[in-house]
């Protein structure tokens, strides 16, 4: 078969098939016409997920008859003024949309210039020839999607359920509108609202605050940590989440490049790092970050929906990115995630407890008319019957651990924010008492961070870790594999004061140890370093590679749950916590304390 120049219509499908993916892409699309058209409001509609119907109507400056003629054609746009494409300052830019969107579904545009006497209407349907006609409506641009991809049924086949394809809609509004505060959107779905986001006010840090909140949630503002920093002309600002507020997925994280959504691995891989030693594993902390950057040093161009972008100088994007959060990690290192959690947790408990029988036993009587089950937080399992007058409460049968000394006063000023310890509970949970309430303290988790922060501040001077020489060396069998990874990183544990040789051919003897972990148990350190050395592969940042030592040293070598402390012990770490960076997280992400105000003890008794 010889060539052929394909028809146009089907050189458009073709397009179509990068540009417009589903309902959602072609909203994306039409909502940023509007934003490069200076709409201040924009009003989406969907039926049946925009499968049947996408209508988007904006009140920027709209098309006269000759735009709206060209606005179909293929590589018609008025976003290049200049013929740049290294000097991008719009949203669109290629000219595809439209005339992808006419060839695989049935479109009708309405604009009105705001000084034109009438608007003009334009209906195209599957890359039909279009028809122009003047008509009745305000300044602004109403653009009508109908039977979305009815010229190629096969891609209608990967679409989901109305209901799926709706929630794919709300979240791409949701990124754009981030980008935008000062421009109002609504969104309405088989004639529900969806989103109500108003126009915001104030200053673009005030106004992208209050957009934040409205998207993400007031829950996450509490929980979040401001960012603003620049170097060599590129900036990040926006708001990041503390460590201990988390989701079990990514979906919540949004970047930014000159107001353009995007979904970057530099990005994500930076943003991974920055909270690498205070994040648990499997968690993602949430962020909207906004990233300015001089148009000639990033490629907008790599992909026909433009949610990819290439850096000129990717390693100082990640650079200034982590340095910006690590920052901002570290001036809220001792906060940790305010939420109703403890208190729904201990609803909860109230709930279970309130199934289960207390008896008090009853000198007269055993029936089953006199056994008493005390309301628990407003739930009662069996009616409540006044306590008899002779009822005996038994002793104590089941042994607690809680260890309470007679309580001695610190002196006002050496009480931090963390109050003065009160007790230990099973000798795990540290009780101290505050101003306005009780704080509980994981003591390993809080000592764990002490530790691996002592480290960090030790190496951060190049200095060698004082160490502890073992009275007896530690001989510990490994694999090949576990012993070669070992002796490759001998330099960098020798600098953390793990003094190790090789001892046989699959054996190393540990002659010393950090003395800031003296009584650790050697052999799981060695075997837990050889592990996630292995993990790492030989690609792995020095910098990353020192935190990661520093962590699992830590945590062997940290206040074990179980360990009985006294009074003086336990404020001693209290105190420790409230001058440590990061201490409001363990090494691995978990909240090391939480704080429970009277008011809220107040609420469990109803007081």
Sequence with gaps: MSIRILPNNLINQIAAGEVIERPASAIKELVENAIDAGADSIEITLVDGGKSLIIVSDNGKGMNKEDLALCIERHATSKLPDNDLFNINFLGFRGEALPSIASVAKLSITSRPKDAENAWKISVSGGDEPKISPVAANPGTKVEVRDLFYATPARLKFLKTGAGETAHCVEMIERIALANPYIAFYLYDDKKKR??????????????????????GNEFAENSLAIDSQKEGISVNGFISLPTYSKANSLSQYFFVNNRPVRDKVLLGAFKAAYQGVLEIGRYPLCALFFEVDPHLVDVNVHPTKAEVRFFDG???????????????????????????????????????????????????????????????????????????TGIIPELTIPTSVKAEEYIAPAPEDIGFLGAAKAQLHNTYI?????????????????????????????????????????????VELSLAEKEAIMENSAQLSQMGLAIEEFGPQAIIVREVPALI?????????????????????????????????????????????????????????????????????????????????????????R
């Design 431 to 475: 009780v101290s008492q505050t101003d306005d309430g009780l704080v509980i303290v994981d003591q390993h988790a809080a000592h764990e961070r002490i530790v691996m922060e002592k480290f960090k501040s030790i190496m951060a001077k190049k200095e060698k870790t004082p160490t502890q020489m073992l009275l007896i060396p530690t001989v």
């Design 518 to 606: 003296a009584d650790c148990d050697t052999e799981k350190l060695v075997h837990s370093l050889a592990e996630q050395i292995q993990e790492w592969g030989k690609d792995f940042a020095l910098e990353e590679k020192i935190n990661s030592f520093c962590a699992t040293m830590a945590c062997h070598g940290s206040v074990r749950a179980g360990r009985s402390l006294n009074l003086a012990e336990m404020n001693k770490l209290l105190r420790d916590m409230e001058n440590t960076p990061n201490s409001g997280q363990c090494n691995h992400g978990r909240p090391t304390y939480i704080e429970l105000k009277i008011k809220d003890i107040d609420k469990l008794f109803h």
């Design 195 to 216: 989103l109500n986001l108003n126009a915001c006010q104030g200053t673009l840090s005030e106004a992208r605050l209050q957009r934040v909140n409205d998207i993400l």
């Design 315 to 389: 390693n100082s994007i990640r650079g200034l990115m982590i340095s910006a959060i690590r920052n901002a990690l570290s001036r809220g290192s001792i906060q940790t995630a305010q939420t109703d959690g403890l208190v729904n947790l201990l609803n909860s408990s109230a709930v279970e407890q309130s199934n289960k029988t207390v008896f008090l036993h009853d000198s007269v009587s055993t029936s089953r008319d006199n056994f008493y089950q005390p309301k628990v937080h407003g739930f009662s399992s069996m009616p409540r019957r006044s306590a008899p007058r």
